[in-house]
């Protein structure tokens, strides 16, 4: 069977344990030794097939015991309520790494690293984001209260601004660095403080990363 083609062009923010810059994205071990993040995702323009995707909101937690690598992990989706019964499909398929080529996208390597796979969940998403001010709150009552700011400098106060570029990345081309501070509570509970957090413009096909996310 043919796999669905499908594209997704929006933002991500994401907010994970290691320190500022996160080893991860250096193909280093992560800061503490295990990996927790949650990632919220704004679809500005999207398609699964003929399923429109435009507008809505997802976000994904996960927690793995060691480095992303070595698997061991358990993950969980939060699917925007506002979606219908197809559209909901999609999301978590595509989330899910399915309808992907292998290890072409964040997702399908997370999927495929997460042996336990909780039952997504469907429920209003507050996410807003200002990429150029490294700032955002994300939202889902009673669930999840997650947000992003500048880094500081430690002595003036300052913002500091940083970027990490990924040519060759499976997620996006550029991002904003920032620090992250989240709480999440349900079957996988993170206690996120002042950690890494980035923000992306991503543009996302079952192929991968295309180029034009790096305009």
Not at 165 to 178: D, I, K, T
Request: proline share 4%.
């Amino acid at each position: 069977m043919a796999m669905v083609e499908w594209r997704i062009q929006g933002r991500e923010f994401a907010n994970c344990n290691c320190a500022y810059g996160c080893p991860c994205q250096f193909n280093a071990l992560p800061t503490y030794g295990s990996c927790e993040a949650v990632n919220g995702f704004q679809i500005d323009k999207g398609n699964f097939g003929d399923v429109a995707l435009d507008g809505l909101r997802t976000v994904a937690i996960y927690k793995w015991p060691g480095p992303v690598h070595l698997g061991n992990g358990a993950m969980q989706l939060v699917i925007d309520e506002r979606a219908d019964a197809k559209q909901r499909d999609a999301l978590v398929r595509i989330l899910s790494g399915q309808e992907t080529d292998d290890m072409a996208t964040m997702w399908w390597i997370y999927s495929a690293m997460c042996p336990t796979k909780l039952e997504p969940l469907f429920k209003s998403i507050r996410l807003e984001m200002d990429l150029k001010a490294r700032s955002a709150q994300l939202v889902v009552a009673g669930m999840i209260e997650s947000s992003g700011e500048p880094i500081r400098n430690a002595v003036t106060g300052a913002e500091h601004a940083a970027s990490i570029s990924l040519p060759h990345g499976f997620e996006y081309r550029v991002a904003q660095v920032a620090s992250g501070t989240s709480k999440v509570t349900g079957k996988i509970s993170l206690d996120l403080r002042k950690s890494h957090a980035h923000f992306a413009d991503i543009n996302l096909s079952q192929k991968g990363v295309l180029d034009e996310a790096a305009a």
